[in-house]
């Protein structure tokens, strides 16, 4: 049988003894709750995105619409995953949402992007441009329509394929 281990918390400052299967346990259960906790991401399934946001206030054809205060959220989904997210305040003036801080902005990158690290693309607009670390994904802030919209390169290449060929998603 394997020593136990001997596992100090600093915030305590007290000591615990945890068995190597026990500690398994434990790393095995922390990392599943990590993993489910970023599920409303880019390539989240539609259950997964239900499971942080909650019931869709409406779903019309592959677009899901929910409402999680302060936000607004519409999920685009493609073959079971959400390959376009939405985002933006469910406050309004003159009819448009209100703008959303950079601290917000940051956030919602970080939570909903996917699990990737982001980096700002040099501005050829007044609109805001992210790009992905591994470029599968990129992210605007439309500064017009206060909404952060995030889309994998694939989503964006049939989005301006359909618009082509006529038809809109």
Not at 74 to 87: E, P, S, T, W
Not at 90 to 102: N, V
């Amino acid at each position: 049988m394997l020593p136990p281990l001997n596992i100090t918390s600093a915030h305590l400052g007290k000591r615990c003894r945890l068995g190597r299967v026990s500690f398994t346990v434990l790393v095995a259960v922390t990392c599943m709750i990590a993993a489910n906790s970023a599920s409303a991401q880019l390539g989240a399934s539609e259950e997964q995105l239900g499971w942080l946001l909650g019931n869709p206030v409406k779903k019309s054809g592959d677009l899901i619409y929910y409402h999680k205060p302060p936000r607004n959220l519409v999920a685009h989904m493609y073959r079971g995953a959400c390959d376009q997210i939405c985002i933006f305040s469910d406050k309004e003036t003159q009819g448009f949402p209100i703008a959303l801080t950079d601290d917000e902005i940051q956030n919602l990158l970080r939570d909903f992007g996917g699990g990737m690290d982001w980096f700002p693309v040099g501005r050829l607009s007044m609109n805001r441009v992210w790009n992905s670390r591994d470029g599968r994904s990129f992210a605007i802030y439309e500064t017009m329509h206060n909404k952060l919209v995030m889309m994998t390169r694939d989503a964006y290449r049939r989005e301006k394929h359909g618009a082509s060929q006529g038809k809109s998603m």
